[in-house]
């Protein structure tokens, strides 16, 4: 089993709608949790860091870590077409330290 | 703030040719440095870990003869593809963890594309 799971879809949203992006992992010492967005041919832009459980906000940008059931989410409110992209999670047992990657999922907002 | 660059940003060469790239954290030290590769449409996958001063670690796979690292100051790391071939052409991706500001996560750099004939 890999250690990290993510849908890769891809998704697509009309602008303007929220948008929900999961991962599941298995190993239950991942402490620090992390969502990159990476446009094509580009490398990958921290989006959003964050530790152990819990909600985190940044503008339109919501990160959630629910690590009984090992499940982190990102929510993107009122979709950009510039949202368009794919996004990464990722996560890693210290600080730091080798990230594991999901698939990435790749977004499309329409307009 | 926490940039990293790469250069170069696409290369093309011949079989059998060494290719050097370089990473560099611009405005932060980083005294660990990680590369990654990425096939199309997949996710990045670690090749290795580099220390400032000391040997890299690298992943289970990884030939350490054929993608030479060395981090010789805390700004700057570079991975040589010794010898390339049609299949080492993909998207190396590097990045910096940085310490300084008290998250210590880890910053991209753009990335090289190599292509080898």
């Known amino acids: 089993q890999k250690e990290v799971e993510q849908d890769p879809g891809p998704l697509s949203v009309p602008e303007g709608a929220i948008v929900s992006l999961n991962c599941t992992y298995s190993?239950?010492?991942?402490?620090?949790f992390m969502w990159y967005r990476q446009y094509s041919r580009k490398g990958p832009e921290l989006l959003m860091y964050?530790?152990?459980?819990g909600n985190k906000e940044d503008g339109r940008f919501t990160a959630q870590v629910d690590k009984s059931s090992k499940y982190i989410s990102l929510f993107i409110r009122d979709s950009q077409p510039s949202d368009s992209a794919t996004y990464l999670c990722a996560m890693s047992v210290n600080s730091g330290y080798a990230l594991n990657f999901g698939k990435g999922t790749s977004l499309l907002v329409t307009p | 703030g926490a940039v990293v660059s790469q250069h170069p940003s696409r290369v093309i060469c011949k079989s059998g040719t060494s290719v050097k790239i370089e990473c560099r954290s611009l405005d932060f030290q980083a005294t660990t440095m990680f590369w990654y590769r990425q096939f199309p449409k997949k996710s990045l996958m670690l090749m290795a870990t580099?220390?400032?001063?000391?040997?890299?670690?690298?992943e289970q796979g990884v030939e350490k003869d054929k993608f030479l690292i060395n981090h010789a100051s805390l700004t700057l790391s570079t991975l040589t593809v010794t010898s390339a071939h049609p299949e080492d052409s993909s998207f190396y991706i590097c990045?910096?963890?940085?310490?300084?500001?008290?998250?210590?996560?880890?910053?991209f750099g753009p990335g090289t594309r190599l292509l080898v004939l």
């Open positions: 990045s910096a963890r940085e310490e300084e500001r008290g998250t210590e996560t880890q910053y």
């Open positions: 580099s220390n400032e001063g000391s040997k890299a670690t690298y």
């Open positions: 964050t530790y152990s459980s």
């Open positions: 190993n239950s010492a991942f402490q620090y």
